[in-house]
T-cell receptor, first 114, second 114 residues
Framework: GNSVTQMEGPVTLSEEAFLTINCTYT??????LFWYVQYPGEGLQLLLK?????DKGSNKGFEATYRKETTSFHLEKGSVQVSDSAVYFC?????????????FGKGTHLIIQP | GAVVSQHPSRVICKSGTSVKIECRSL??????MFWYRQFPKQSLMLMAT?????????EQGVEKDKFLINHASLTLSTLTVTSAHPEDSSFYIC??????????FGPGTRLTVL
């Protein structure tokens, strides 16, 4: 079956540091890949997505590239801010179509210190 | 746009009682909604797919008679936890599909069964 593995947290960085959160997946076919973010006390929000190999999703300075050869979708940001502190979830949806549920990683708690 | 709400945000009930959780798409119609469950420091696990006007599709291992799902309109899905027990205590999150590729999540409902 499908699975998503992402680095365990918490990850603690100083403001303006470079961020990488690793995510690898196991799936059949050509899944769509997502990063969701959950700020304290709020629901999950879509951060970015990629639907096919070599696609790059980007939003709010975050980027992730769909790498089929390494089955990865690592999240990066060049200069993090305190406001980026949140829990980040990597997820996939199988290639069966839009009406499928998502398979999530366990989430990575990111803490940015001023 | 694409806002999903849940009610209640938290509920405490006695063992053996039933609890209903509502999930609403506020500014769009959703023929498909999903229910997830999240344990502390764990990933979100898909419980079931809720389809407007038809029976829900449950994931393997999820008891359909215990977790009743009703998707009676294009903006409302309900999850009823019947004869709740302490092991049902969890964080329940719903999502709705808005465009062909994206799920929008509600803020979640914290259920505590005493």
């Amino acid at each position: 079956g499908n699975s998503v593995t992402q680095m365990e947290g918490p990850v603690t960085l100083s403001e303006e540091a470079f961020l990488t959160i690793n995510c690898t997946y196991t799936a059949t076919g050509y899944p769509s890949l997502f990063w969701y973010v959950q700020y304290p006390g709020e629901g999950l929000q879509l951060l970015l997505k990629a639907t096919k190999a070599d696609d790059k999703g980007s939003n709010k300075g975050f980027e992730a590239t769909y790498r089929k050869e390494t089955t990865s979708f690592h999240l990066e940001k060049g200069s993090v801010q305190v406001s980026d502190s949140a829990v980040y979830f990597c997820a996939l949806r199988s290639s069966g179509g839009g009406a499928d549920g998502l398979t999530f990683g366990k989430g990575t708690h990111l803490i940015i210190q001023p | 746009g694409a806002v999903v709400s849940q009610h209640p945000s938290r509920v405490i009930c006695k063992s053996g009682t039933s609890v209903k959780i509502e999930c609403r798409s506020l500014d769009f119609q959703a023929t498909t909604m999903f229910w997830y469950r999240q344990f502390p420091k764990q990933s979100l696990m898909l419980m079931a797919t809720s389809n407007e006007g038809s029976k829900a599709t449950y994931e393997q291992g999820v008891e359909k008679d215990k977790f009743l799902i009703n998707h009676a309109s294009l903006t409302l899905s309900t999850l009823t936890v019947t004869s709740a027990h302490p092991e049902d205590s969890s964080f329940y999150i719903c999502s709705a599909i808005h465009d062909p590729n994206t799920q929008y999540f509600g803020p979640g409902t914290r259920l505590t069964v005493l």
